[in-house]
Every structure is written in structure tokens, then in C-alpha cells.
């Protein structure tokens, strides 16, 4: 199995930058052999839905935007330090959330990636924009 721990979380300013990491644990880890995954970026606000962010598919890198953050954030995987990161740019006080990774075996459709189910999950790292 895979567990994700994610990290760089903090409280920054109205037009500040972030990067967040989600590192993978475990045993087995099937996105670096003969098994490509769908990786996301989620985050969550206390009474707002669960929104996806980011993703990126490991079969060819792939990557996949909210209109939201759009310009302004970037997705990317480290194969050989197995560790999806999220880098945040220009940041808005509506960015404010829990973000958190998800990662499952298979494709990222374009207009279903957020919506997938995904096996494994982090908890989350907090992220606060302030003005």
C-alpha cells in the first residue's frame, strides 16, 4: 500500500508563494513501474465542498488546472524522491484551505479527474492567506 504525507503548509500574505510536498510511503509505490498514476491536489474549507486543484498523470506528466489556478499554481512529481509538489503563486485569500494529496492507479480524464475515486490519501497541510 501507499500512505502520502504531506508538507509546507503555513500562513502567508495576499500575492505570497507556497510549495507544497506529498511524499509517498510504503512498500510499494506502482507509479515508478509498470503502473502510471493519477496524482491531485484537493483542498477543502470548512463547509465548502472538497475542490480539486491540481493533478498530474505519471504516464506522461501530464498536468491538470482548476480555472481557479490557473497562472498561478504548478503541479509537478519527483519519480525518484516520490513526492508530488504544488507550487503556489500569487495567492489569493479564497486559496485559503486543507490541502491535501490523492493519488490512484490509472488515468486522469480531462473532465473527470476531479470527481474520480482515488485509493490513497494524505491528511493535509494548511494553508492561510491573509490580507
Known amino acids: 500500500q501507499v500512505q502520502l504525507l504531506e508538507s509546507g503548509g503555513g500562513s502567508v500574505q495576499v500575492g505570497g508563494s507556497l510549495t507544497l510536498s506529498c511524499a509517498a510511503k510504503g512498500d510499494t509505490y506502482r507509479g515508478y513501474s509498470n503502473t502510471n498514476y493519477c496524482m491531485v491536489w484537493f483542498r477543502q474549507t470548512p463547509g465548502k465542498q472538497r475542490e480539486g486543484v491540481a493533478g498530474?498523470?505519471?504516464?506522461?506528466?501530464?498536468?491538470y488546472y482548476a480555472d481557479s489556478v490557473k497562472g498561478r499554481f504548478s503541479v509537478s512529481h519527483d519519480n525518484a524522491k516520490r513526492t508530488l509538489y504544488l507550487q503556489l503563486n500569487s495567492l489569493k485569500s479564497e486559496d485559503t484551505g486543507l490541502y491535501t494529496c490523492?493519488?490512484?492507479?490509472?488515468?486522469?480524464?480531462?473532465?473527470?479527474?476531479?470527481?474520480?475515486?482515488?485509493?490513497?490519501w494524505g491528511h493535509g497541510t494548511q494553508v492561510t492567506v491573509s490580507s
Open positions: 498530474i498523470w505519471t504516464g506522461d506528466g501530464r498536468t
Open positions: 490523492a493519488a490512484d492507479p490509472g488515468l486522469c480524464p480531462s473532465n473527470t479527474w476531479m470527481e474520480r475515486r482515488y485509493n490513497y
